[in-house]
């Protein structure tokens, strides 16, 4: 099984790439914050709870979304393979996913992290802000929290697949197709 995590901060790419890696490599595509979206918009239980700390920019508690991967990974039992997108964003997140896999006999096979300055998540997300109904890309100040939060407690989770040489890191800046084909040649070289 092909296993990705793709990771950066929020507006790094990883939902944009996500879409075009799953078409080229027949993956299944679990991102925890189109899941969360999902559940807020059928106005679930989960998602009302979530939406609070959504709106906040702050992360939801890692066993909602450990149960949420859990739930997908057993609906996927015939994939070729996922791509993990906004999760793990916690160490204890990550430790559970390699529990979770290795219970189905995988594991991650690399984690690529996009690599994006600052000023350009920024520019994108309150671009984005514009046009979608995406309460989070709205306030300039819950977007800068999200980063915060993301150097905080999402960043170690690098050293995790660090550790296990599995983290590659890629430019995040320029055209959607050029970083594409970064992303395409980190995987093809793990095959
Ligand atoms: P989530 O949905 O995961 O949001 P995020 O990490 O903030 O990521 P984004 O979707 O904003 O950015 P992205 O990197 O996917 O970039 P995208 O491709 O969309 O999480 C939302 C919330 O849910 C979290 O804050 C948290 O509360 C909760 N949550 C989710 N997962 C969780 C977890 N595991 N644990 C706890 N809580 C969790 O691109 C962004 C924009 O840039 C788009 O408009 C796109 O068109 C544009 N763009 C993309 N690439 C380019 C490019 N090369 N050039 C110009 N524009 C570009």
Do not use: C, W
């Amino acid at each position: 099984m092909l296993n990705i995590v793709l990771f950066g901060p929020p507006g790094s790419g990883k939902g944009t790439q996500s879409e075009r890696l799953i078409e080229t490599f027949h993956l299944v595509h679990l991102s925890t914050g189109d899941i969360l979206r999902s559940e807020l918009k059928s106005l679930s239980s989960l998602g009302m709870e979530a939406k609070k700390f959504m709106d906040r920019g702050e992360l939801v508690p890692d066993n909602v979304v450990i149960n949420m991967i859990d739930k997908k990974l057993d609906e996927n039992k015939q994939a070729n393979g996922f791509i993990f997108d906004g999760f793990p964003r916690t160490t204890a997140q990550a430790e559970a996913l390699d529990n979770l896999l290795k219970g189905k006999n995988t594991s991650i096979s690399i984690m690529l992290g996009l690599e994006v300055i600052h000023e350009e998540l920024i520019d994108r997300l309150l671009h984005r802000g514009k046009e979608s109904g995406r309460t989070d890309d709205q306030d300039l100040s819950i977007i800068e929290t999200r980063i915060a939060i993301y150097h905080r407690e999402t960043a170690p989770v690098k050293d995790h697949y660090q550790k296990q040489n599995k983290f590659k890191g890629i430019s995040g800046m320029g055209s959607i197709d050029e970083i594409f084909h970064r992303l395409e040649i980190a995987i093809n070289a793990t095959l």
